[in-house]
């Protein structure tokens, strides 16, 4: 007969912010049926893996701490895998490593969830059990499991993505776009909010396009958004860059003490015949009007973009190009993705492949310039006040964030001796007083 399962559990978070807000949804719904959680894989019953899936560098990240759990599983413990890789290697993954006890795909936290309480004794009598509409309407209110000391919390608005872009997997594993309703989207911000989270993070596979489907748009959630009570931000990423509206840039500056003036925007390349063979929308020349729009319309305001090396076709005159590009444009935040050879894509079928060695180097080259220019603007931000969120304070030290940066992706600022019970979530006044390449350094003004 089989042991009955300990209710304390792990959750491992592999992948993007998007994975994160669904971990985090799910430990909501554990904390309504009475489990505990810990940090520590070594100190719980359950372990559950949320996998990525994405490309080949995270599938490897995720078979390996997959692996790395089952070879040290002992009697009594649980292991459940879910996610991205989950969704797409189901198969592979039963085959090759059976120490898992169970696989779930994605937007089955609740199947997960039931599959635990079958398993499991509660530690303290249930409260009433979330029953989506969809994976995306949030939790009942009942507390996280484990309240980390971060200021931010993502929010999940959609998920799946209807772009084709001929590189992406998506599609394939969270297939067509779906939004969320904007009423669970309040419900879960207001929650983020009552636990002391200073600022929301809008995310999805494509944010701009939040509401196509239910005749609703970003705008109007950005409006109900903006409208709750509290002292926080807003962030948003992952925004297509032809769906980058007007009457977006007219929101954002409508709320100005809200929403943050930080843009991310994914372009993957910036020459018109690469454009076409990735099937994504766009031009060169639309990119650098969009992009002088944005800065005429709102000063100051922190673009971020992502960019993909090595795409098949890419030439060593498509590279030079976009380096050019990049150079023109002086983006404030930039990434680079190598191309990865994804199985079920149109372009894995491509010819022309680009090397891996000359994909590799071109990266770095992209991120050498990227360097310079980051350099460069965060110079001239030295001097300037700002306001700031502290993520971190130890030993007298504190990591604070401007606009300008996002959590895990962006630099911030080292505040050194300082004074007083700050703590984090504080919103505290910052004078920038030195600049590196990604971080900057600061003193609070008392």
Known sequence: MRPSLSPTLSIITLGCP???ADSQRLERLFASEGFSCTEAPEDAGIILINTCGFIEAARAES????????ACKTSG???LVFGCLAERYKEELVKEI???DAIFGVGQEPAIVEYCRKNAKAVRTPK???TPKSVWTPAAHTEILSPRPLPYAYLKIADGCNRGCRFCAIPLIRGRFKSAAITGIL????MHLQEGKRELILVAQDLASFGVDTGESLVTLLDALASLDGDFWIRLMYLYPTAVSDALIDCIKRHDKVILRYLDIPIQHSEDGILRAMGRAGSRGGYIDLFERIRSQLPDVCLRTT?????PGESARDFKALLSFVEEVKFDRLGVFAYSDEPGTAAFGMTKKVTKKTTLRRVEEIMLLQAEISYEKNRALVGRQFRGLIDEVQDGTALARLYCHAPEIDGCVVIENIRGDFTTNDFIDIRITDAEEYDLRGDIIY
């Open 18 to 20: 998007k994975n994160q």
């Open 63 to 70: 078979i390996n701490e997959i692996l790395e759990l089952a």
């Open 77 to 79: 413990k649980t292991l």
């Open 98 to 100: 059976p120490e898992i």
């Open 128 to 130: 009433s059990v979330w």
């Open 187 to 190: 419900e879960e911000a207001v």
């Open 307 to 311: 960019l993909m090396a090595g795409f």
